[in-house]
């Protein structure tokens, strides 16, 4: 088999290279340091995962085909006995709060039922990523393609999706995946979720998302966003309005005040073309989560 090897100066591979039959995806590991596993299961991926399922079902509804599209999906599935989410704790204070809790609202159920089924002894070991609930929530004719540029990560992103034949693990740049694969008719969703550990993703995000709604004006586009300061998250929604037409609808979870920038004090999700009956569930979403899982938590949902 024919080997990629990119080391040295990081430049974005091909999505057709990458993904292209007979090469093996082999990246300079330091180039993508992110490892999601340290991360899994925290208060944003309750949010984020909550949110997508809820999104998932409303589009679920409508006849015809969907294509999803999934930028950043790291592994699919998450150890949480593992060395990484044990040292970071992030699980135990997100998806070990929310397994415990006897008043978290209806809007949680579809991601207590995906943990569930995972955990059937109901021992917390394992979390799913995004790929997991999108792949399961797929019907006859969807359509699913899930990027991921490390190696490792894609590796055991292949294997999640063995069983869905439906769904695509492709080793490649899922910004320019989505920019060139984005159906021009149809229904897609397009999820960004980038680490935001490189200087332009937040440039590419936009660019992005301008990619997409151009190929297809209808499409739906959730993204992903810490909350650090308000400066620097006014400036990525006042970029992105600039950059696509129609509102954006915006669902903020903050655990305290954006007065730190070196933290994460929140996270955002930005979505264009939500369902009208979005924002009720995400303000269930937001609301027990900055709750439960913040210092002064806050939860803010509007349009822009
Ligand atoms: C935040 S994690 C994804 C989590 C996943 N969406 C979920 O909800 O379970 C981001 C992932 O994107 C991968 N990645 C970073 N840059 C990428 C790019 N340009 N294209 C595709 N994957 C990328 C990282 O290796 C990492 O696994």
Not at 194 to 221: G, I, K, Y
Request: net charge negative; glycine share 8%; charged share 25%.
């Amino acid at each position: 088999m024919e080997t990629l090897d990119i080391k040295g100066t990081f430049r974005w591979p091909s999505a057709n290279v990458l993904s292209g039959r007979g090469f093996l995806c082999r990246l300079d590991a330091k180039a993508l340091n992110y490892r999601h596993a340290f991360h899994a299961g925290n208060f944003a991926d309750l949010v984020k995962h909550a949110a997508l399922l809820e999104l998932l079902a409303r589009l679920g509804v409508s006849p015809g085909p969907l294509t999803v599209i999934d930028t950043h999906a790291g592994r699919g599935l998450y150890d949480l006995t593992g060395p990484e989410a044990q040292r970071s704790g992030e699980a135990e204070a997100g998806v070990g709060r929310l397994t415990a809790a006897a008043d978290a609202p209806d809007v949680f159920d579809g991601l207590t039922q995906a943990v569930r089924a995972l955990n059937p002894d109901g021992e917390l070991r394992r979390y799913p990523g995004s790929p997991w609930l999108i792949a399961r929530a797929l019907r006859r004719g969807d359509r699913y393609l899930a990027c991921e540029l490390r190696a490792d990560e894609h590796k055991a992103l292949q294997a999640v999706l063995r069983a869905a034949p439906s769904a695509q693990a492709l080793c490649a740049d899922g910004f320019r995946t989505a920019t060139e694969r984005t159906p021009r008719d149809g229904r897609a969703l397009v999820l960004i979720d980038p680490p935001f550990e490189h200087a332009d993703d937040s440039r590419r995000t936009v660019e992005t998302a301008a990619a997409v709604l151009d190929r297809n004006p209808a499409a739906h586009l959730m993204v992903w966003l810490p909350l650090k300061d308000l400066a620097t998250f006014d400036a990525f929604l006042g970029d992105l309005e600039d950059a696509v037409a129609g509102k954006l609808l915006i669902a903020e979870t903050r655990l305290r005040p954006l007065s730190d920038p070196m933290k994460m004090n929140g996270c955002a999700l930005v979505f264009a073309n939500a369902p009208a009956d979005l924002a009720h569930p995400l303000e269930a979403i937001c609301g027990w989560t900055a709750r439960v899982c913040g210092e002064t938590g806050e939860a803010r949902v509007y349009e822009r």
